[in-house]
């Protein structure tokens, strides 16, 4: 399909709803019109309109908080775009990942922790994607862009820890450390680290904590 084929409305905009391609989490809703679907398609980064600037903004020009355009999809109206991206920061203003963080109706769950998460899981799933890498997964993208790349996220996120501690947001705090051992695993992957060789050292340093107890005993 093209361009011509979408319905803008009567002010020339269309919705697009921006998903992290990975996560399939949405991150913002914003508009766009010819000019900034055209800009989007042509770098592969999203541009939008501002509706109440009046004038285009190509998202991350500012903060750098780009988002690589994976693909896009329009509705069966043709009226509304579905915009998948690997983003290189937060989507919102605020500083979180995605605009949409305040529940109106909870998701019901009663037990957050009944899942099928491990942390083998997970890093069998990062070896996966350096492997066999994936299209439009921010994992793939982090190994393409190299040691460096990885290596500078985790030194934003160790960041983004210390703030939300500092602030005494549990929660936030929370969400800051699983986005750090994401970053972290990554970057055991990248450099050929095991869960076990990390297992092992802790244990060691256990094993020389109990011989120092038990000599300072005697």
């Known amino acids: ?22 996560a399939k989490k949405v991150l913002m809703l914003a508009y766009m019109n010819r000019q900034s679907l055209e800009i989007s398609l042509e770098k592969k980064l999203t541009c939008f309109y501002s509706r109440s600037r009046g004038e285009l903004w190509l998202k991350g020009e500012t903060s750098g908080n780009y988002q690589h355009i994976v693909s896009v999809t329009a509705d069966c109206d043709m009226d509304t775009l ?24 909870p998701s019901g ?19 996966g ?3 066999d890498k994936k299209e439009g997964s921010y994992t793939s993208y982090l190994f393409d862009k190299g040691l460096d790349k990885i290596l500078k996220k985790i030194g934003e ?10 602030a005494q947001d549990k929660k936030d705090t929370i969400y800051e450390i699983s986005d750090l051992c994401y970053h972290v695993m990554v970057l055991m992957v990248e450099a050929g680290i095991s869960l076990d060789d990390v297992r092992n050292e802790l244990g ?12 300072k005993m005697t």
């Not at 399909?1 to 990975?22: H, R, T, W, Y």
């Not at 996120?157 to 500092?166: D, F, L, M, P, Q």
């Open 1 to 22: 399909m093209n361009i011509d084929q979408l319905k803008f409305d009567e002010k020339g905009l269309i919705p697009a709803i921006v998903v992290n391609s990975e």
């Open 82 to 105: 579905l915009v998948e991206v690997i983003p290189d920061g937060p989507a919102c203003h605020l500083g979180t990942e995605s605009c949409f963080e305040n529940p109106v109706l």
């Open 109 to 127: 769950k009663t037990d957050e922790t009944d899942t099928d998460f491990s942390f083998e899981g997970l890093m069998e799933l990062i070896r």
């Open 129 to 131: 994607r350096k492997t």
């Open 157 to 166: 996120e160790s960041t983004e820890v210390i703030i939300a501690a500092k």
């Open 204 to 215: 060691a340093r256990h094993v020389i904590d109990k011989k120092i107890k038990q000599e």
